[in-house]
T-cell receptor
């Protein structure tokens, strides 16, 4: 089946730093989604990307849909304590979404005081 | 009103118990999903319902039984579970199966 590889697995940063994480796949995806999950809660959709090369922002978050359709990047500028959590990339399964989403294993973001 | 709700938020059950998880979405979506999230593993898709019809059963053991009486409600009936079934169970919905999914807060299930 399709797999999404996220890196890094964990990030330890200082408040105020910028954050970059990425997601790669051996398969082509036509949609890339980025979610954030807080402890004990469900994932919350941050950004959705629908076109290769697309660059989309949501406040301090910026995500890009790679030209090859096999990768995507998420950047967070000027991190704040509430950015702590697990960030997941996801894309529709090969059934065009009819089979649900494939998720990466997540990037754990930890902000040190 | 919260988009996708799940009840209960926490559930502890013995291996011989029968319980049900409930999911309700207030977004007017037509597709609903059950996912399992275990520690240190990616989210695993369990079931997909599209316009109340089950379109995907991702090799889930029969001790998990889904039910979708209408497009707004989804249930997961549990019986004779195993301790390894302990996990966070997440419900999601989307406008169609081709649109982005919105998740509920999950039910933390512990099987003793």
């Amino acid at each position: 089946g399709q797999q999404l590889n996220q890196s890094p697995q964990s990030m330890f940063i200082q408040e105020g730093e910028d954050v970059s994480m990425n997601c790669t796949s051996s398969s082509i995806f036509n949609t890339w989604l980025w979610y954030k999950q807080d402890p004990g809660e469900g994932p919350v959709l941050l950004i959705a990307l629908y076109k290769a090369g697309e660059l989309t922002s949501n406040g301090r978050l910026t995500a890009q849909f790679g030209i090859t359709r096999k990768d995507s990047f998420l950047n967070i500028s000027a991190s704040i304590p509430s950015d702590v959590g697990i960030y997941f990339c996801a894309g529709p399964n090969s059934g065009g979404g009819a089979d649900g989403l494939t998720f990466g294993k997540g990037t754990h973001l930890i902000i040190q005081p | 009103e919260t988009g996708v709700t799940q009840t209960p938020r926490h559930l502890v059950m013995g291996m011989t118990n029968k319980k049900s998880l409930k999911c309700e979405q207030h977004l007017g979506h037509n597709a609903m999903y059950w996912y399992k999230q275990s520690a240190k593993k990616p989210l695993e898709l369990m079931f997909v319902y599209n316009f109340k019809e089950q379109t995907e059963n991702n090799s889930v053991p029969s001790r998990f039984s889904p039910e979708c009486p209408n497009s707004s409600h989804l249930f997961l009936h549990l019986h004779t579970l195993q301790p390894e079934d302990s996990a966070l169970y997440l419900c999601a919905s989307s406008r169609t199966v081709y649109n982005e999914q919105f998740f509920g807060p999950g039910t933390r299930l512990t099987v003793l």
